[in-house]
Every structure is written in structure tokens, then in C-alpha cells.
């Protein structure tokens, strides 16, 4: 079964950092491309980042891009999100997808963790 | 970046009734479409991809169609687990965007 689980959200003050994993299982992670999708309280999805199956090419969107970092490590089944300089607006559910290359859509979610920037 | 629309934000209806959601792109995007369904506090789920295949396991009342710049999801005969939120998704180039979703709600 796949799941992909979601961890190391929680509350940070404006201008901290926080690292998200995102723990996979059930697939050949080493063959996929992960994203992270953000949804702000009470808002849609949106798109962050994505990184593809090596770790050799990454794709962010520009809100964030210079303040989150992906990454991966394929020897542990798991993906990352380094969040520094963060934001109010950074405030969100973030949800870790896959898509195989070449199959462009995300065909399995994790059920996401919570990040809250407040002071 | 390519900006998808959905109409309507949100819509009313009745068990038995047939749904109608658009989405429509800012430029031309194939048929790199793709529809999620999301109900409160859980993780979207990909219904429809390639704009018009059915995701497996997804029952057959959910159908895709559209090209281009605008797509069509329908959903025949709405069903009680059928009340949530959909989203179309373009995947033709990055940064992949959303729509801004549609809320099926009950009348």
C-alpha cells in the first residue's frame, strides 16, 4: 500500500525555520518526483515545489523560492522541505504528493501536516 | 505562470442531480488537466487525469472532458459522498497551478 506520511509541521514565530519530511512507502520512491502543496486555512491548493527523482532538478514557486529549500533522500524513502525566513503567509496545511515521470498528475497524497507562523 | 479559473466558486444541489463544473486555462495547455476532490480536513484525491481519464477506483459518474483551454467535469447523478470540493489542476508547464475550487454543497 502506498502511504506517504507527513511530519515537523507546527507553530514557529515570523522569521524562524521548520523542516517537513515527508516519509514514503509502498512504491519505489527512487522512481517518482515529489511535490510539496500548500492549502492556507479556509484557501486552495497551491503548488510549492517539486524535485524529481535523483534530486538533480527542482522547481519552486516564486513565493517561496530563496526560502524553501526541497530535497530528498532516496537511501531513506523521504522528502524534505527546508522553510527558513518564514512567513504569516506561509501559514498552511502542506501536503507531500508523487507523480511519475512522464504522468503528469499527482496520484497519491499524504494527509499533510500543519504549520502555523505566529508570533 | 498560467492562471485556471473554475466556475462556479460553488454550487447547490440534490442527490440524483447531474453537476456541471468548468475550468478554463489563461493560455493553451493540451489536455494537462487534471481534477481532485477534496472533502473537509483530508487530502485531495485525483479523480480525472489527461483531462479525460478516469482515475482507478473513481466511479464511472465522474467524467472529464476538454482541450486546450477549457475543460468540463461532470458528475451524473450526484451521490451523499459526492459533497466536496473540486479542483482542476494544470500540469502543462511549472509552476503547476490550481483553480480556485468548486464547493459542491447540498440544496
Known amino acids: 500500500e502506498v502511504q506517504l506520511v507527513e511530519s515537523g509541521g507546527g507553530l514557529v514565530q515570523p522569521g524562524g525555520s521548520l523542516r517537513l519530511s515527508c516519509a514514503a512507502s509502498g512504491f519505489t520512491f527512487s522512481s517518482y518526483w515529489m511535490h510539496w502543496v500548500r492549502q492556507a486555512p479556509g484557501k486552495g491548493l497551491v503548488w510549492v515545489s517539486r524535485i524529481n527523482s535523483d534530486g538533480s532538478s527542482t522547481s519552486y514557486v516564486d513565493s517561496v523560492k530563496g526560502r524553501f529549500t526541497i530535497s530528498r533522500d532516496n537511501a531513506k524513502n523521504t522528502l524534505y522541505m527546508q522553510m527558513n525566513s518564514l512567513r504569516a503567509e506561509d501559514t498552511a496545511v502542506y501536503y507531500c504528493?508523487?507523480?511519475?515521470?512522464?504522468?503528469?498528475?499527482?496520484?497519491?497524497w499524504g494527509q499533510g501536516t500543519p504549520v502555523t507562523v505566529s508570533s | 505562470d498560467i492562471q485556471m479559473t473554475q466556475s462556479p466558486s460553488s454550487l447547490s444541489a440534490s442527490l440524483g442531480d447531474r453537476v456541471t463544473i468548468t475550468c478554463r486555462a489563461s493560455?493553451?495547455?493540451?489536455?494537462?488537466l487534471n481534477w481532485y476532490q477534496q472533502k473537509p480536513g483530508k487530502a485531495p484525491k485525483l479523480l480525472i487525469y489527461?483531462?479525460?481519464t478516469l482515475q482507478s477506483g473513481v466511479p464511472s459518474r465522474f467524467s472529464g472532458s476538454g482541450s486546450g483551454t477549457d475543460f468540463t467535469l461532470t458528475i451524473t447523478t450526484l451521490q451523499p459522498e459526492d459533497f466536496a470540493t473540486y479542483y482542476c489542476?494544470?500540469?502543462?508547464?511549472?509552476?503547476?497551478?490550481f483553480g480556485q475550487g468548486t464547493k459542491v454543497e447540498i440544496k
Open positions: 493560455q493553451s495547455i493540451g489536455n494537462y
Open positions: 504528493a508523487r507523480h511519475f515521470p512522464a504522468k503528469q498528475w499527482l496520484d497519491y
Open positions: 489527461a483531462a479525460s
Open positions: 489542476q494544470q500540469t502543462y508547464s511549472t509552476p503547476w497551478t
